[in-house]
């Protein structure tokens, strides 16, 4: 049955992102509520597709990639349904839903790599959750970029455009983008360490070459040094945006190397 449930709800993401965007465009009230009622089906049925799945294989549905990558789709719908209800960006869905539809599709047509072949250790289940969260607020924090550009922009060149009303002040968004990033960041590295723990047990290495781990490291790297320069060297604004839309770059490939590359996660 997951197999429905789950087109449900990639029809609904599609309808809601296209509605996100007619609202960036046209600012209608009635359409944001349109919007934020395709959202809410399309992460209900979302939901039970993961119940039902996790039902069937008697696990946590996060013992492959695909499916992985869904529990990302889900825990980021999430964020943005509470995170737009609190700070009253209406505009945020029509940033972060095309995100969520293009990992959406991906999720329902790759075929099914495993990420680890030793799922039964619970470990592994804690590594996978807490990498899983980091990347959802990443999405967030590339959705804060993208708009702090966009505004930013616009108010370089002296010449407010349609959005610049739709838009949240550079103050907020670059708040916005350094919240996300210190929410993210610590989940990421735990769930890295974790993993290398795992992986020195069952590789007998930490060092052992696997590109989604390695490409994982490299994404690491850029969002510790994007914190670091944030907190000790003053990075803000366009800056902070820039490193925010690497570090998502870099996470996009991870997933690529998960998706087509071998490696020890499995195939």
Same mark, same amino acid.
Request: glycine letters at 10%; one cysteine or more; aromatic letters at 12%.
């Given at each position: ?7 449900? #709800? ?33 992460? *209900? ?8 799945? #996790? ?99 616009? *108010? ?56 989604? #781990? ?54």
């Amino acid at each position: 049955m997951h197999p429905y449930l789950q087109n449900i #709800a990639i029809i609904a993401y599609v309808c809601a992102m296209g509605l996100a965007l007619a609202h960036l465009v046209q600012r209608q009230a009635y359409v944001h509520r349109l919007a934020v009622l395709a959202t809410l089906v399309g992460w *209900i049925a979302h939901t039970l597709a993961l119940v039902v799945l #996790a039902i069937e294989i008697g696990g946590p549905p996060l013992g492959t990639l695909p499916n992985a990558v869904s529990v990302v789709v889900w825990v980021v719908v999430l964020l943005e349904m509470l995170v737009e209800r609190q700070s009253g960006v209406t505009v945020l869905g029509a940033f972060v839903l095309p995100v969520v539809v293009v990992l959406s599709l991906k999720s329902s047509v790759a075929r099914p790599v495993t990420l680890a072949p030793a799922l039964g250790n619970a470990w592994i289940w804690i590594h996978i959750a807490l990498a899983l969260v980091g990347i959802a607020a990443f999405v967030l924090n590339f959705a804060g970029a993208i708009m702090y550009l966009l505004q930013e922009r616009q *108010i370089r060149h002296k010449r407010p455009g349609r959005f610049y009303h739709r838009l949240p002040p550079l103050e907020t968004l670059d708040r916005w983008t350094y919240r996300t990033l210190a929410l993210g960041f610590p989940f990421l590295t735990t769930g890295l360490i974790l993993g290398a723990v795992w992986a020195r047990t069952a590789w007998g290495s930490v060092f052992a070459f696997d590109p989604l #781990a390695f490409f994982s490291l490299v994404a690491w790297l850029i969002y510790a040094g994007t914190l670091a320069g944030r907190a000790a060297g003053g990075w803000h604004g366009r800056r902070a945006a820039y490193f925010a839309i690497v570090g998502f770059a870099a996470l996009v490939v991870t997933l690529g190397a998960g998706f087509f590359l071998p490696g020890r996660h499995g195939a």
